[in-house]
């Protein structure tokens, strides 16, 4: 019979037996199933436990198999969250709110999310921004600047991305691209909802635009 001896949090050492067999059947069911899951993905430590724990393999022996795919460079905590943060702020342009909430889904470490997330410069968010809030412009018509900016904002807002930068670029992005907020009267109603000037490009008026009208953008 294998023995092992785990601490039991008590000060305590219990020793716990195995039958004959049964703790080399566990480590097969471990190596497979482990092997199996980063076959198709990279995993973190965590969901590897959890995997191991929902095969109902021994608590000794997923310890043992998860230090096993360390040591050999299978899974690596740090080393995934730098490849997450890498891939989701190329392709999904996500900010750091949305990263970490997604690390975070992954069951990465802490320390390796606060380290990934700290690769992250403030020139590649600025760069990112602007072209997140370029190519949702392009994609707008007419709409008066107040409804442009709290549309513009709230699309960041669900990449992850908030607070002065984003402002930032969006203020820049409606300036850049010269549009205007509509007059009030003196009643405090808006007029002029019949003057169009959309954006197409930026910095161009549309063809129905009326000269000296506010210019407005709306999505399509």
Not at 1 to 27: C, H, K, N, S, Y
Not at 87 to 92: E, P, Q, S, V
């Amino acid at each position: 019979m294998a023995e092992a001896e785990p601490d039991t949090g008590q000060g305590a050492i219990a020793p716990v037996v195995f039958l004959p067999g049964v703790r080399e059947a566990d480590e097969r069911r471990a190596e497979n199933a482990s092997l199996h899951a980063l076959g198709r993905r990279a995993q973190s430590r965590a969901e590897v436990v959890e995997l191991l724990r929902r095969r109902e393999i021994d608590p000794i022996v997923i310890e043992a198999e998860v230090a096993r795919l360390e040591r050999v460079g299978l899974v690596d905590d740090g080393a995934l969250a730098l490849t997450l943060v890498e891939r989701l702020a190329d392709r999904k342009k996500l900010g750091a709110g949305a990263l970490r909430a997604e690390l975070q889904r992954r069951k990465l470490d802490a320390a390796a999310i606060e380290a990934a997330l700290a690769t992250r410069e403030g020139d590649d968010d600025r760069d990112l921004l602007a072209g997140l809030v370029d190519d949702r412009l392009r994609r707008m018509g007419e709409l008066d600047r107040d409804t442009a900016e709290r549309r513009l904002l709230g699309y960041l807002a669900r990449k992850g991305h908030g607070g002065g930068a984003a402002r930032e670029a969006v203020r820049a992005a409606l300036d850049e691209a010269g549009v205007e907020r509509l007059p009030r009267t003196g009643f405090g109603l808006r007029r002029g909802l019949g003057q169009r000037g959309g954006v197409g490009q930026r910095g161009g008026r549309g063809p129905g635009a009326r000269a000296g009208g506010p210019r407005r953008v709306e999505f399509e």
